[in-house]
């Protein structure tokens, strides 16, 4: 006789107070290009890690520090009092999940899903989302997504650079990622949310685990990374790193689904046939508290089986918020056992947290202004009780089973406010003599201790603002708005499109510095080593293209010389025109520089050719029919090869796209594709586009509309632009600001 020694309730750890810094996670804002900034390796030695978290600019950087274990309460204290510290902890790498059976899909065949049919169909589910949603992204904390796998096609939009496990656990971030989003083609299995796009964020590593972040630093990478849901099917230990990564998403409006564990039945003598060694060895106690689960904002997910009873693994404790199929669940598997369709058949509260995450992204798309606790209260809200009364809780069932048709309707019911637009800077330029950022609220804010005649620039990809007026540099957070100042003999700013450090000129020679804007240290200077001569009286940093550093030497008020100053201190001199540039702009990818100058012709200058050549390699872009060459204006780039440019000019001029009687001074944008530009040609044959006849610039904003400068009539001297916003679709222009001189607009990533 074989008898089953019952599953015996043990008290629960209370839950510990841990410090973490709420005032740095508040400053920090999500941005894919924090997933750019260097990764400091571990530093210290000894056997215990401890993972950090820094506010790095805007961004949460995390790191690792390795002590001795007499020395970790001493150093976590140290570590905490450091100002830019948000978070530090011990930092215990999760286990890696356990694997199931797999099988191939039949081509054509649509298999039996019951988790889908007890939620109300694929098709009523599939149904709720609306056809014009926005994107939604899910950010998959797990152990690695396989791309081949035919269910995913191109939905797997990005990768967090991490070194995969063995090729054995990758199948469980698989088959979760199976669950949320499968493809809705016909064939095998279909997701909760197949329209949702996934971002893989691996926590596993095989042999490389030691003094590498663990799933807190997935979180914030999928925060960044733009995700309004994250599933966490990892099962992590609390920690202040863990905390903060949950804050940091909370405040960010992303939704965490945590699954509560799978320790429901591990406090028997033996392990039955169908448990789990994996969970034994892992499971502290009797339905253990896991730490991703135990935490405020998320919403712990346990198991159901078909009949609607818990299932026998699944966590009973205070962490159980909502109840979603987790037995017996068909699902995606890698492809390396069975082909780009293969399936596998598993059970886990890893597989019953996506029925809800692909809810929650639902919800989103049909509600994207709604904050995580509105998705939160309309999932628990909606939830089908399960042995208490409605809007009860219990530790075995939560709030009861997932309901993701009445939710839709509950919060169509009870629709969320509308988020109010946060402050971004769009441009900056001198106002009335004062250096503003302009924000899309049209207020300006002046930059700090900067006096006249500055150098300025936005970076490549938007996160930071550089103004230097020969005694300061000031750094803006272009997120933030936040500024520093440092005294720097630095004439002119730019950023170098190759390492993110700012350049820029300083006096005594021809030296380019680099200032690292996200540690606010210098990181090395370029000494240009043969240099033109000839009475010149100020040099200027004014563009970097690449890694080549680009400065004018002027005489009195004529900038009569543009210079490139290669990283080895080697110089050419690009072009001599004798005018004051206007502008001088570089391509996104570096190869192309243009130059502008009153009552001038633009110059285009391929550094590729001039690089190999030795001297400059230089077109000249005419704006008309005839040889009369307009002042341009507002020159940017569009990535590397397309460019914005707009005029100024007589009728004689560019007037004559845009002629009206008594008009005599004309503006005008188009945009010139250069892979287009013909060999041999004559100025009539240039193949401008795009012809605007109201605007002398136009940036897009991505998802934020179009930014347009106009001109301002009749005085072009000094040249000054009203700006406006205009939204999507065209409509509802906006102006930001107006009598803007030396405008310049902020990158869109």
Same mark, same amino acid.
């Given at each position: 006789?074989?008898?089953?020694?019952?599953?015996?309730?043990?008290?629960?750890?209370?839950?510990?107070?841990?410090?973490?810094?709420?005032?740095?996670?508040? /400053?920090?804002?999500?941005?894919?290009?924090?997933?750019?900034?260097?990764?400091?390796?571990?530093?210290?030695?000894?056997?215990?890690?401890?993972?950090?978290?820094?506010?790095?600019?805007?961004?949460?950087?995390?790191?690792?520090?390795?002590?001795?274990?007499?020395?970790?309460?001493?150093?976590?204290?140290?570590?905490?009092?450091?100002?830019?510290?948000?978070?530090?902890?011990?930092?215990?790498?999760?286990?890696?999940?356990?694997?199931?059976?797999?099988?191939?899909?039949?081509?054509?065949?649509?298999?039996?899903?019951?988790?889908?049919?007890?939620?109300?169909?694929?098709?009523?589910?599939?149904?709720?989302?609306?056809?014009?949603?926005? !994107?939604?992204?899910?950010?998959?904390?797990?152990?690695?997504?396989?791309?081949?796998?035919?269910?995913?096609?191109?939905?797997?939009?990005?990768?967090?650079?991490?070194?995969?496990?063995?090729?054995?656990?990758?199948?469980?971030?698989?088959?979760?990622?199976?669950?949320?989003?499968?493809?809705?083609?016909?064939?095998?299995?279909?997701?909760?949310?197949?329209?949702?796009?996934?971002?893989?964020? /691996?926590?596993?590593?095989?042999?490389?685990?030691?003094?590498?972040?663990?799933?807190?630093?997935?979180?914030?990478?999928?925060?960044?990374?733009?995700?309004?849901?994250?599933?966490?099917?990892?099962?992590?230990?609390?920690?202040?790193?863990?905390?903060?990564?949950?804050?940091?998403?909370?405040?960010?409006?992303?939704?965490?689904?945590?699954?509560?564990?799978?320790?429901?039945?591990?406090?028997?003598?033996?392990?039955?046939?169908?448990?789990?060694?994996?969970?034994?060895?892992?499971?502290?106690?009797?339905?253990?508290?896991?730490? /991703?689960?135990?935490?405020?904002?998320?919403?712990?997910?346990?198991?159901?089986?078909?009949?609607?009873?818990?299932?026998?693994?699944?966590?009973?404790?205070?962490?159980?918020?909502?109840?979603?199929?987790?037995?017996?669940?068909?699902?995606?598997?890698?492809?390396?056992?069975?082909?780009?369709?293969?399936?596998?058949?598993?059970?886990?509260?890893?597989?019953?947290?996506?029925?809800?995450?692909?809810?929650?992204?639902?919800?989103?798309?049909?509600?994207?202004?709604?904050?995580?606790?509105?998705?939160?209260?309309?999932?628990?809200?909606?939830?089908?009780?399960?042995?208490?009364?409605?809007?009860?809780?219990?530790?075995?069932?939560?709030?009861?089973?997932?309901?993701?048709?009445?939710?839709?309707?509950?919060?169509?019911?009870?629709?969320?406010?509308?988020?109010?637009?946060?402050?971004?800077?769009?441009?900056?330029?001198?106002?009335?003599?004062?250096?503003?950022?302009?924000?899309?609220?049209?207020?300006?804010?002046?930059?700090?201790?900067?006096?006249?005649?500055?150098?300025?620039?936005?970076?490549?990809?938007?996160?930071?603002?550089?103004?230097?007026?020969?005694?300061?540099?000031?750094?803006?957070?272009?997120?933030?708005?936040?500024?520093?100042?440092?005294?720097?003999?630095?004439?002119?700013?730019?950023?170098?499109?190759?390492?993110?450090?700012?350049?820029?000129?300083?006096?005594?020679?021809?030296?380019?510095?680099?200032?690292?804007?996200?540690?606010?240290?210098?990181?090395?200077?370029?000494?240009?080593?043969?240099?033109?001569?000839?009475?010149?009286?100020?040099?200027?940093?004014?563009?970097?293209?690449?890694?080549?550093?680009?400065?004018?030497?002027?005489?009195?008020?004529?900038?009569?010389?543009?210079?490139?100053?290669?990283?080895?201190?080697?110089?050419?001199?690009?072009?001599?025109?004798?005018?004051?540039?206007?502008?001088?702009?570089?391509?996104?990818?570096?190869?192309?520089?243009?130059?502008?100058?009153?009552?001038?012709?633009?110059?285009?200058?391929?550094?590729?050719?001039?690089?190999?050549?030795? !001297?400059?390699?230089?077109?000249?872009?005419?704006?008309?029919?005839?040889?009369?060459?307009?002042?341009?204006?507002?020159?940017?780039?569009?990535?590397?090869?397309?460019?914005?440019?707009?005029?100024?000019?007589?009728?004689?001029?560019?007037?004559?796209?845009?002629? !009206?009687?008594?008009?005599?001074?004309?503006?005008?944008?188009?945009?010139?594709?250069?892979?287009?530009?013909?060999?041999?040609?004559?100025?009539?044959?240039?193949?401008?586009?795009?012809?605007?006849?109201?605007?002398?610039?136009?940036?897009?904003?991505?998802?934020?509309?179009?930014?347009?400068?106009?001109?301002?009539?009749?005085?072009?001297?000094?040249?000054?632009?009203?700006?406006?916003?205009?939204?999507?679709?065209?409509?509802?222009?906006?102006?930001?600001?107006?009598?803007?001189?030396?405008?310049?607009?902020?990158?869109?990533?």
């Amino acid at each position: 006789m074989v008898a089953l020694v019952a599953d015996r309730p043990q008290a629960q750890p209370d839950r510990p107070e841990l410090p973490i810094n709420a005032d740095l996670i508040e /400053q920090a804002r999500p941005d894919p290009g924090c997933a750019s900034y260097p990764r400091p390796k571990p530093s210290g030695s000894g056997d215990v890690r401890l993972g950090v978290l820094r506010l790095r600019g805007h961004c949460l950087i995390a790191e690792t520090v390795l002590v001795d274990q007499p020395q970790v309460e001493a150093r976590l204290a140290e570590l905490r009092a450091e100002r830019d510290v948000v978070a530090a902890d011990r930092d215990v790498a999760p286990a890696p999940p356990p694997t199931e059976d797999i099988h191939p899909a039949v081509e054509g065949t649509e298999e039996r899903q019951w988790g889908l049919e007890a939620l109300g169909g694929a098709g009523a589910v599939h149904a709720l989302w609306p056809e014009q949603a926005p !994107k939604i992204k899910i950010g998959v904390v797990d152990s690695g997504l396989d791309r081949d796998q035919a269910e995913f096609g191109d939905r797997v939009v990005a990768v967090k650079d991490t070194e995969l496990g063995t090729d054995e656990y990758r199948s469980h971030g698989t088959q979760v990622a199976g669950v949320l989003a499968a493809a809705d083609d016909g064939t095998g299995v279909t997701g909760m949310a197949p329209q949702a796009e996934l971002l893989d964020a /691996q926590y596993w590593r095989n042999g490389e685990g030691r003094g590498q972040p663990g799933t807190y630093d997935e979180i914030i990478w999928a925060v960044d990374q733009g995700a309004r849901v994250i599933n966490v099917s990892a099962t992590d230990s609390d920690s202040a790193l863990l905390r903060a990564a949950y804050a940091y998403a909370e405040l960010s409006r992303v939704v965490l689904v945590p699954a509560v564990g799978n320790c429901g039945g591990v406090d028997r003598r033996f392990t039955l046939p169908w448990e789990h060694e994996w969970d034994r060895t892992n499971c502290s106690r009797v339905n253990a508290v896991a730490g /991703q689960a135990d935490q405020p904002t998320g919403l712990g997910v346990g198991a159901v089986r078909e009949d609607g009873t818990r299932a026998w693994f699944s966590s009973a404790n205070r962490t159980v918020m909502i109840m979603a199929p987790g037995e017996d669940i068909l699902t995606t598997c890698k492809t390396s056992e069975a082909g780009p369709r293969t399936l596998c058949r598993t059970e886990g509260t890893s597989f019953a947290t996506p029925h809800v995450a692909g809810a929650a992204a639902i919800l989103l798309a049909r509600h994207p202004d709604a904050r995580p606790a509105d998705i939160r209260r309309a999932l628990i809200a909606s939830a089908d009780p399960i042995g208490v009364d409605r809007g009860r809780r219990s530790d075995e069932y939560g709030y009861g089973m997932l309901n993701v048709i009445a939710a839709a309707k509950h919060l169509d019911d009870h629709p969320p406010e509308p988020l109010p637009e946060e402050p971004m800077i769009t441009a900056a330029g001198r106002i009335d003599g004062k250096l503003v950022l302009i924000t899309n609220f049209g207020e300006p804010v002046e930059v700090q201790r900067i006096g006249s005649a500055p150098g300025f620039a936005f970076s490549p990809d938007g996160a930071w603002f550089a103004a230097a007026d020969g005694k300061v540099l000031t750094i803006v957070d272009a997120v933030t708005g936040r500024q520093r100042s440092v005294e720097c003999a630095c004439n002119g700013a730019a950023f170098d499109s190759a390492d993110r450090g700012l350049t820029v000129q300083t006096r005594g020679g021809v030296k380019i510095a680099r200032y690292d804007p996200w540690t606010a240290e210098w990181t090395g200077q370029t000494t240009a080593t043969s240099f033109p001569s000839g009475g010149l009286d100020a040099i200027e940093l004014v563009a970097v293209a690449g890694d080549v550093a680009l400065v004018t030497l002027s005489q009195g008020q004529y900038a009569n010389r543009l210079v490139a100053v290669w990283p080895d201190g080697r110089s050419v001199e690009l072009f001599d025109g004798g005018l004051p540039f206007e502008e001088v702009v570089a391509s996104a990818g570096g190869r192309y520089v243009l130059s502008t100058a009153r009552q001038s012709c633009p110059y285009l200058i391929d550094l590729d050719r001039t690089r190999s050549a030795g !001297k400059a390699s230089t077109t000249v872009l005419w704006p008309a029919d005839d040889y009369f060459c307009a002042t341009a204006m507002l020159a940017h780039f569009d990535g590397d090869t397309d460019l914005r440019l707009g005029w100024l000019g007589s009728p004689q001029g560019v007037g004559y796209a845009c002629m !009206k009687a008594g008009q005599e001074q004309y503006t005008i944008t188009g945009r010139l594709h250069l892979e287009d530009l013909p060999s041999g040609r004559s100025p009539a044959e240039l193949p401008w586009q795009d012809l605007d006849c109201t605007t002398s610039g136009v940036w897009p904003l991505g998802a934020d509309g179009e930014l347009r400068a106009r001109a301002e009539p009749p005085r072009f001297d000094p040249y000054q632009f009203t700006v406006t916003r205009t939204k999507p679709g065209g409509k509802d222009g906006q102006k930001l600001a107006e009598h803007v001189q030396d405008l310049v607009v902020r990158p869109v990533r």
